[in-house]
């Protein structure tokens, strides 16, 4: 693991207590649902869902990996969708890329794939904007991970979901155009961070 991300995941799991009682009891239900899938032998896939698939959903998706694989959990598959497909937002490219991700794109589309590595012996991420039925997302044995209200309100139902659960977390969209915009896009990926190796130490116990 690239060491800048190594470090900030070693930060993080000491801030285990920033997370509310609340929070932590959905985040857990998520870890039940993985461990069965550990316990039968089966991989875990987890699709992180907002409504654009630009910005807190590819954070879910990319930290959910990270934190599989700083806890050594096993066949550990994410993804990401919106319900309806605009592009990865440049903001969310910057804060990935500030935090000590690699990010590259040699695409000039509308919607262009951007490879996302956090390790040089792992392979990298492919990120870019798609709706939950796209055919790289899977069509079945999935948890839906709801990362936005507007999305969790819109999609009440996700087709081939075993499991549909809300972590609803702020838009860092509010900020665009803000001398804020490049914090607050850093503090929410560091949030959905802390979440998602909360949720797998737990696998660990």
Aim: one cysteine or more; hydrophobic letters at 30%.
């Amino acid at each position: 693991m690239k060491e800048k991300i190594q470090s900030i995941c070693d930060q993080l799991v000491n801030e285990f207590d920033q997370i509310s009682p609340s929070r932590k009891e959905i985040l857990e239900k998520i870890a039940d649902y993985a461990r069965n899938k550990i316990l039968n032998g089966q991989t875990i896939k987890l699709i992180y869902v907002c409504t654009h698939n630009s910005r807190r959903s590819h954070f879910g998706q990319v930290w959910g990996k990270v934190a599989s694989e700083y806890y050594d959990i096993p066949n550990v598959q994410t993804f990401s969708a919106g319900t309806e497909a605009t592009a990865m937002h440049p903001n969310t490219v910057n804060a990935l890329r500030a935090i000590g991700f690699e990010v590259q794109s040699d695409e000039k589309a509308p919607n262009p794939c951007y490879s996302v590595r956090f390790d040089d012996q792992k392979p990298p991420l492919l990120c870019y904007s798609k709706t939950i039925d796209n055919e790289s997302n899977p069509t079945e044995a999935f948890a839906a991970i709801m990362t936005c209200s507007e999305a969790e309100e819109n999609c009440p139902f996700v087709p081939g979901a075993e499991l549909r659960i809300s972590t609803t977390y702020e838009d860092p969209k509010a900020f665009d155009g803000t001398p804020e915009q490049d914090e607050k896009y850093i503090e929410r990926s560091l949030q959905i961070a802390r979440d998602n190796l909360y949720l797998f130490s737990l696998l660990k116990e």
